[in-house]
């Protein structure tokens, strides 16, 4: 009873509970140097795998020639699609129903697509060793823009040829994979007929990459003894990667062990299967031995899953005071030489269809075609919630386009179109059921931070100083009202390849009061070790330093769908909380018969049971988990454990209101942000130092996605950004500073109300960097440029519009 | 990519002309040229060890002749594989003109590369390639200046 003297509020303070900007656990290795990443892992004789990889964007593979690399002393096996297809694995599936060539069987279909794959007993003699392989190529057409493949005589999918029917529907053409279609296309389309104005565009979002520091590995582990495989790698979903090596394979589950060790980011880029681990695994059954497969970044930006790539055309239809009326998107999306796209598997575009965004839009019709290129295949949601980042910068773009065809204010112009607070939840038009939002009170929060009126008057004088020749800078002011949908999902209606997405977690309270709990997930840097032990703290008053977090081993973490989407805290966080309080109901019959009262006598109070009415008469969480073990308490088991598995009733909606002010120089495309404001409403915060990096991390990945960051392709298929001097990765020198702020709307369906927030900066950062850009030349001109606005880019903008003399 | 230039040989253009076609003189001037070996009147196969950045490898290649305009000039066009380092293709459309003792050479060429070469940056190729014809026409102007002087 030593804490009898605290308040409750000192002594929820002690568990550093919800809401406690408690450092992060994890750093005290990760500042140390003592990781554990995938490369650190090293097994008594293990191999080490690399790929031989196409020079050529589309071309027949004519012949392979092993002879001279099998005689480089130390290499042990060089394999083809030759080799894999009697296992049947010379091709494997994709997330998105499609299937994609392990090894080129045949031809290849985007630079730098693996050939063959060199094992050695070192990792110097098989870059050797790919270097010895002689592959003979035929030349074939390449086709890089998707608009030019549905109109192409050449077809890229010979695998495919006379198939009508695909994994989501009817194929229009050889080259074509998808149409989906959301909405009232009918009724849209009169919307738009009779509307007073209809402001229309085409907003691409460039083909960009996560390039997370650690690339993609494995290393494979065959015990020949015990028949058990064990698979570390860097994966983001290790019990769906599980589950599909099982399928793939023909191996037991059971007898498949995958564990992700610590991850160096993720964004996406690490959700699919890639040909380095069925290769690894093969090689690893083969051998009898480990095989290490650890690509390098080059590889990492050419091979394994970009994002984006979606050409968006939208028509917005509004009255002539401004109230949006219908909204039509038809976005012609470039998924590459194969559909790899990591979406649940009934939406082939993600979630794109909540691109009516925060605004309340009666009418809207989308379609999404997709379609095969010779690009590397992907298509993942690069810290966002599958296509949310695609569907945000459209609207926020549109909404743009129709402020200059309205000649309106864009910020009044969104405030009149809100969704109201009153209209929660709100059914929108593509068939989403928006949870919660204050929209108007986040985004008049925002305008007056950054005195916007102000902010408008000075781009007014800078105007005018411009035209009369007294500077040569322009003044941008990119506002942003986003709202994500993210925690997929309900298995009535998310899953992938029919794996439903709820997720998990187990806790073990030990006799002393100390626990262990273990998710379904799996932290790349979010810092889940963290802000799961304090939603367990305060729901099971015990200290959040006296948890341990676990995740990444499938044979004993619970069964989940891993993290990306910004799922971890709206799913599994949920089933924390539910695991919790699977425990608490458990202490609270505990509790009673200590106290010898009814179990309806005692009440929660922070970290303890108390007797109603008698305060005094309590029993600490510490003192129930030593009885729950060490005493009989009749008709209870001992122990005191617990597990739930979390299906959510609907996914939830975080919204933000960003602002950025940036500063260009017509003469040499130079920017510069003055101010970049940002806030989110992610619902209960548990960790707002936590929230604070995540905002920090994904506005400065926003930064490089609008500014600079792309996968750019020549004529011939080339990757002309596939090393870190081409592809834009921000450094401290090109960061600025950033105002974080928030308002809170508490999802009402999540346990504890939270609703994810790792995406949200990226969601809406990029509109805001990129409307700043547009909204900086909106005087002179402008209506739509399409990103990255690189220097040369910006400068393109400023000499078309004639502003160099 | 597309590379440009002019050179002026202190030799008659015949001269020039035809140490153009001699395999031995070509090999000596090529930079990093292993193997030079003459199939027919028109045809050459070569190995060049190449060096572009970081990478660094053997090209086997093919060069086709038209000679249809000896000795005004000729064109050629080529392929060269270097494996895992990647491909480069393309032609060079070379002129000869007699200014007294003098010829000047032009060349235009056009060159398109594929693989880890091209991924490297058109900058770093630009500038090697640039870097490697001076190389070669150095050379070539100073062979067949000391031939024709002696």
Known sequence: MTDQTLTPEERAANLKGMGCARKRVEDVRFTQGKGNYVDDIKLDGMLFGDFVRSPYAHARVVSVNKEAALALPGVIAVLTAEDLSPLGLHWMPTLAGDKQMVLADGKVLFQGQEVAYVVAEDRYVAADAVELVEVEYEELPVITDPFESLKSDVVLREDLEGQTEGAHGPRKHHNHIFTWEQGDKDATESVLAEADVVAEEMIYYHRTHPCPLETCGCVASMDKVTGKLTLYGTF?????????????????????????????????????????????????????????????????????????????????????????????????????????????????????????????????????????????PGGVAYRCSFRVTEAAYFIERMIEVLAIKLNMDAAELRRINFIRKDQFPYQSALGWEYDSGDYHTAWDKALKAVNYEGLRAEQAQRIADFKAGKTRKLLGIGLTHFTEIVGAGPVKNCDILGLGMFDSCEIRIHPTGSAIARLGTISQGQGHATTFAQIIASEIGLPADDITLEEGDTDTAPYGLGTYGSRSTPVAGAATAMAARKIRAKAQMIAAYLLEVHDNDVEWDVDRFAVKGAPERFKTMKEIAFAAYNQAIPGLEPGLEAVSYYDPPNMTYPFGAYICVMEIDVDTGEWEVRQFYALDDCGTRINPMIIEGQVHGGVTEALA??????????????????????????????????????????????????????????????????????????????????????????WKIANGLGMHG | MELTDEIRIASPRDVVYRALNDPDILMECIPGCEELTQKSPNELEAKVVLKIGPVKARFAGEVTLDTAN?????????????????????????????????????????????????????????????????????????????????
Request: charged share 20%.
């Open chain 1, 705 to 794: 996605i609008a500014m600079g960051q792309e996968i750019a392709y020549d004529d011939m298929g080339n990757v002309k950004t596939g090393t870190l001097m081409d592809f834009f990765l921000p450094t401290a020198w090109e960061t600025p500073n950033y105002t974080t702020d928030h308002t809170v709307t508490p999802s009402p369906h999540h346990p504890i109300g939270a609703k994810g927030v790792g995406e949200s900066p990226n969601v809406g950062g990029v509109p805001a960097f990129s409307n700043a850009v547009h909204d900086a030349f909106r005087h002179f001109g402008l209506v739509q440029s399409h990103m990255p606005h690189d220097h040369w880019r910006i």
């Open chain 1, 236 to 376: 983001q979903a290790p019990h769906a990667i599980r589950t599909v090596v099982s399928l793939i394979s023909g191996l037991a589950e059971h007898n498949i062990r995958v564990i992700s060790p610590d991850i160096g980011g993720g964004f996406g880029n690490k959700v699919g299967a890639y040909a380095g681990y069925v290769c690894s695994v093969v090689a690893s059954i083969v051998t009898g031995k480990p095989v290490k497969w650890v690509e390098d970044r080059m590889e990492n930006l050419m091979s394994t899953a970009f994002a984006r790539d979606y050409w968006m055309q939208g028509k917005i239809a509004a009255t002539k005071d401004g109230k949006i009326t219908g909204l039509w998107c038809h976005t012609t999306a470039d998924h590459g030489g194969f559909d790899a796209c990591a979406d649940p598997t009934k939406f082939p575009a993600g979630f794109m269809n909540i691109c009516t965004g925060s605004y309340d839009i009666p009418t809207a019709y989308l379609a999404v075609d997709g379609v095969y290129t010779n690009k590397a």
């Open chain 2, 70 to 150: 000896a000795p005004n000039g000729f064109s050629l066009m080529g392929e060269g594989k270097g494996g895992a380092a990647g491909f480069a293709k393309g032609g060079a459309d070379v002129s000869l003109t007699e200014e007294g003792d003098e010829t000047v050479l032009k060349y235009t060429a056009k060159v398109d590369v594929g693989g880890k070469i091209a991924q490297l940056g058109s900058r770093l190729i630009a500038g090697t390639a640039k870097k490697l014809s001076a190389k070669f026409f150095t050379r070539f102007g100073e062979i067949v200046s000391e031939q024709s002087a002696a």
